[in-house]
Nanobody, 125 residues
Framework: QVQLVESGGGLVQAGGSLRLSCAASGRTFSSLNMVWFRQAPGKEREFVGGISWSASNTDYADSVKGRFTIFRDNGKNTVFLQMNSLKPEDTAVYYC??????????????????WGQGTQVTVSS
């Protein structure tokens, strides 16, 4: 089993930056493909970005491309989401997820086996 714990959320003004962290424990983190999703009030959970277990592949939703960056430190069992140029529409609970196997560009939450509890990000205008 894998446990994921997000941190780093908070309140920030539009145009500002935040870095989210997702720490993993349990089975081998370096074999996990990791993703970030987000869920705004009244909306479905949506894909934000993903990174392969080797960090050789990354993918992003069009809405965050060029503003958000995913990276990982396998030595620290942690994946990060650097968010720059934040907009009010980025306000949501952000979740990290993971799955084993070959990296694929899956944007459906059903594709991921493990999830954290989420961290709130609020961007004020």
């Amino acid at each position: 089993q894998v446990q994921l714990v997000e941190s780093g959320g908070g309140l920030v003004q539009a145009g500002g930056s935040l870095r989210l962290s997702c720490a993993a424990s349990g089975r081998t983190f370096s074999s996990l493909n990791m993703v970030w999703f987000r869920q705004a009030p009244g909306k479905e959970r949506e894909f934000v970005g993903g990174i392969s277990w080797s960090a050789s592949n990354t993918d992003y939703a069009d809405s965050v491309k060029g503003r958000f960056t995913i990276f990982r430190d396998n030595g620290k069992n942690t994946v990060f989401l650097q968010m720059n140029s934040l907009k009010p529409e980025d306000t949501a609970v952000y979740y990290c997820g993971g799955r084993y196997g070959k990296y694929q560009y899956y944007t459906s939450r059903a594709a991921y086996e493990f999830w954290g509890q989420g961290t709130q990000v609020t961007v004020s205008s």
